[in-house]
């Protein structure tokens, strides 16, 4: 998100630019589930678990503020966010082929199948 900050901005796209994460609570019943299924039916919206068992709404739109060339437009006016991205010591997106995931749904039917194999091959009940 500090796309002018660092020099390996300047070779990257605004990768980071082009989407926003935020956290939501792990699903623990069936209406949870519901309501997942309801964010995913919508275009441009994913739902992911990182590796630390965060669940994450992500919404696959660039922010108004990147420049054609992948510029941000109000820099110095930047959110705290984008400027503290990445933190210290870590990787950002543009920087690593690793999925920043372990499971990925990017539509409702995904979703569908990793409750019915996560569940049925589990212990855990979905009320
Ligand atoms: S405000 Fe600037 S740095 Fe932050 S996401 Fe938008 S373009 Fe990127
Ligand atoms: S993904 Fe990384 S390299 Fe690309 S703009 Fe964001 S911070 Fe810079």
New binding site residues.
Partial sequence: ???QKVS??EK?D????KHIAVHIDTPEDKKDCDNIRWYLLHQNVWVSIDFEDNWLLEFKTPCKHVTEDFKCSIYKNRPDICKK??GDGEL????TDEPSYKELFKDACEFDRYIKTYYLSSSNELT
Avoid: F, L, Q
Avoid at 14 to 17: D, N, P, Q, T
Avoid at 92 to 95: A, D, L, P, Q, V
């Fill in positions: 998100m500090s796309k390996r901005c990257c605004a990768y980071c630019c991205y990445p950002c997106e543009g920087e």
